[in-house]
């Protein structure tokens, strides 16, 4: 907990985010904290904007062409179908609605964002038709369309056009959001990235060595310099569009600062080395920050109306959820990221990289063909294994779905992955989500007919599942059929708090980020009724729990020193468990059945052999210890099952030997 005094409180307000203290003990060394007082400004909407600054100016616009200048309303009265004179009353704005107005660019060195917007404004007024002869009147209504052009960065706004309004009237230009950042629908997005390289980087349309990061920034104009930003983990770098004075770090780490001039990419130092990994993060973050330049200018210099101080707009940390939805500034950061591995692996030159290596690796399997062409395409165009798999999957091959799982930080085994859209490889926290919510999956654990092994529900049997180096993995013949083998899952629209990785195409992480169901297509029932009988075990048969574990420990060929190593539980504790001379403890069974790797069905035969039986319906810690016994004490170690328990406040089950 941070304690902070009255003048402490004082500098923070000046010092958002962060703030910078002393070492209490005296060190002499600063420590930043994040800033308990500081709110991130609040995004501006800019229909909400044009309203309270522009509705006279607009209304007097439409009053101006019908009154004064007797603009032709397209309207007729058989009342007074003579009508010279028409007078507005009531008049209301309907809907504002910003779109790209897209100026010529001159040269490379022109300045590739665009401030200028194209403001239409729909009016309703009620009209008065009047003849001054025989001073009769009849009224009727009208919607009026004034059309502008705002230029967000000087402020200056051209001289409205007003017309009557027309449904199919609608704007060339490319659709911008209320908050004034572009409209690009995912269909689309490649079509945007090939107008930029045709732009600015031509040669790189057909080789990917040419897609270099900083001859793109030159050419737009954008400088690249580096600064020690903090050792955050995400935060590579930034986009400033105007002059600010940055908190930065020193050489000896600590703070300072730096005076960033204009359209400036700023740079963390991590960026500067020369191995492949940091080759690809410094331009996948140079690529990331000029397309911030060139389709999000608008955006920028909009929220500058707002807040003035504002010099680069960055996504600082996790996703914010608001009534399941995301800020607009994540959203910003999600359509420059999915831009970005677009850019990076354009679809043309890409297509023909893929059809180049499946024609070299025709003669392997299909898994091992789509690994080999993943991993091709990862280093000819510098990217991660992540976004070239991926790509592949949006270009027509959903069948690289299947390969280089990255679950729960490891690798899992490849798989033959079909067409229909089905995800196999599934988190421990995705998988424990569906348990707490879906009564067939827990009804499916207590069966024992499944396990949970290297990222995948298998069926427990020797035909899918085998024992290597004291690990159970999946079988070749499971990786081939996986359907046949594992448990199906759909992705579920996610309406959950994610930690959102702004850098997502720079590291491994893992493959399937969104919520997932259980494939109800699947036979539940039939499942039920697969072969019980691969691991009967001599705990079923045995009376009590010292004749269960004394037999479970022969048969799986477990000694006493093993068993303590693994668990942490002294060897005198163990001796009098097999003798009947003590109970053991809820805890320490539960770490013996994760260090001895037996199966959810001999696990809960120990357990009742003990005298304990509980379900998920009780509450914590049954809910995670139930969780535990289903789908982790098969692959994973007493201590990362201790890791589990932590995250969740409960107390570890033993204290393993690290040693």
């Keep these: 907990m941070n304690m902070f005094t009255a003048e402490d409180i004082d500098r923070l307000e000046d010092q958002a985010p962060y703030g910078f203290f002393e070492d209490p003990l005296g060190t002499g060394n600063l420590f930043r904290y994040q800033n308990p ?8 909407n800019f229909q909400d904007y044009f309203r309270a600054e522009y509705h006279d100016w607009v209304i007097g616009a439409v009053r101006q062409a019908v009154e004064t200048e007797g603009m032709d309303i397209n309207r007729h009265s058989s009342r007074v179908p003579g009508y010279d004179q028409v007078f507005l009353e009531n008049p209301e704005i309907r809907s504002v609605k910003g779109s790209e107005f897209r100026v010529p660019w001159k040269t490379f060195e022109d300045d590739g964002c665009n401030t200028t917007i194209q403001v239409d404004t729909v009016i309703t007024s009620d009209v008065v038709l009047y003849e001054s002869r025989s001073r009769m009147s009849d ?41 004034l950042y572009p409209v690009i629908p995912k269909d689309q997005m490649d079509s945007e990235v090939n107008r930029i390289l045709t732009r600015y980087l031509p040669e790189g349309l057909n080789d ?52 960033v001039m204009p359209r400036t990419i700023l740079l963390d130092i991590r960026l500067q080395g020369q191995s492949w990994s940091v080759t690809r993060k410094r331009e996948d973050t140079i690529a990331h920050e ?54 990076r692996m354009p679809r043309e030159c890409t297509r023909q990289k893929i059809l180049e290596c499946l024609k070299k690796y025709q003669h392997l399997n299909q898994m091992e063909a789509m690994n080999r062409t993943i991993h091709d395409l990862s280093w000819t165009f510098n990217v991660s294994y992540e976004t070239a798999k991926y790509r592949m999957v949006e270009l027509g091959y ?34 424990e989500r569906e348990y707490q919510r879906n009564p067939k999956l827990r009804q499916l654990a207590e069966t024992d007919e499944y396990v949970y ?51 997502s195409f720079h590291l491994d992480h893992n493959t399937h980020p969104d919520d997932l169901r259980m494939d109800e297509h699947q036979s539940i029932d039939a499942l039920m009724k697969l072969d019980h009988v691969y691991h009967q075990t001599v705990s079923e048969k045995a009376t009590g729990f010292a004749e269960s574990l004394t037999g479970l420990m022969k048969q799986f060929k477990i ?18 468990y097999r003798n009947g001379k003590s109970a053991p403890t809820l805890e320490y069974i539960i770490s013996i059945c994760v260090a001895m790797g037996l199966s959810s069905w001999t696990s809960r035969n120990l357990l009742k052999s003990a005298h304990f039986t509980f379900d998920a319906s009780e509450g914590q810690p049954y809910e995670a210890y139930s969780f535990i016994i289903d789908y982790m004490t098969v692959d994973y170690s007493v201590m990362e099952v201790n890791e589990y328990l932590r995250k969740k406040g409960i107390p570890p089950l033993s204290m393993p030997n690290t040693k």
């Design 37 to 44: 007082l500081w709110e991130p400004a609040r995004i501006g």
């Design 139 to 179: 009224h009727s209504s009208q919607w009026f369309r004034v059309r502008t052009y705002l230029d967000l960065l000087s402020g200056d706004i051209s001289r409205p056009v007003v017309s009557v309004y027309q449904r199919e009237d609608n704007p060339c230009c490319r659709s911008l959001t209320d908050e």
């Design 208 to 259: 990917p060595t040419k897609l270099q990061g900083e001859m793109l920034a030159r050419r737009l104009g954008l400088k690249i310099c580096y600064a020690n930003l903090g050792n955050s983990g995400h935060h590579y770098g930034r986009l400033y569009f105007e002059a600010q004075d940055v908190a930065v770090f020193d050489a000896d780490g600590m703070p300072a600062e730096i005076t």
């Design 290 to 343: 000029c397309l911030h330049y060139i389709e999000h200018a608008c955006f920028f210099y909009f929220q500058q109306l707002h807040h003035e101080s504002i010099a680069f707009l960055a996504s600082d940390g996790p996703v914010k959820v608001y009534h399941g939805e995301t800020t607009p500034l994540d959203r910003v950061e999600r359509q420059t990221s999915q831009l970005t591995a677009r850019l």
């Design 398 to 431: 959903p069948e690289a779905r299947g390969v280089m799982n990255f679950i729960d930080g490891r690798y899992v085994d490849d798989y033959a992955a079909g067409d229909d859209g089905r995800r196999f490889a599934v988190t421990l926290e995705q998988l």
């Design 453 to 503: 092994v290297g990222g995948y529900l298998v069926r427990f049997s020797p035909e899918s599942v085998r024992l290597e180096n004291g690990k159970y993995r999946l079988t070749s013949t499971a990786q081939m059929d996986i359907s046949k083998y594992c448990i199906g899952f759909n992705a579920l629209p996610c309406r959950q708090h994610h930690d959102y990785d702004p850098d």
């Design 559 to 576: 000694t006493v020193p093993v068993l303590v190593e693994d668990t942490g539980i002294s060897e005198r504790t163990i001796k009098n």
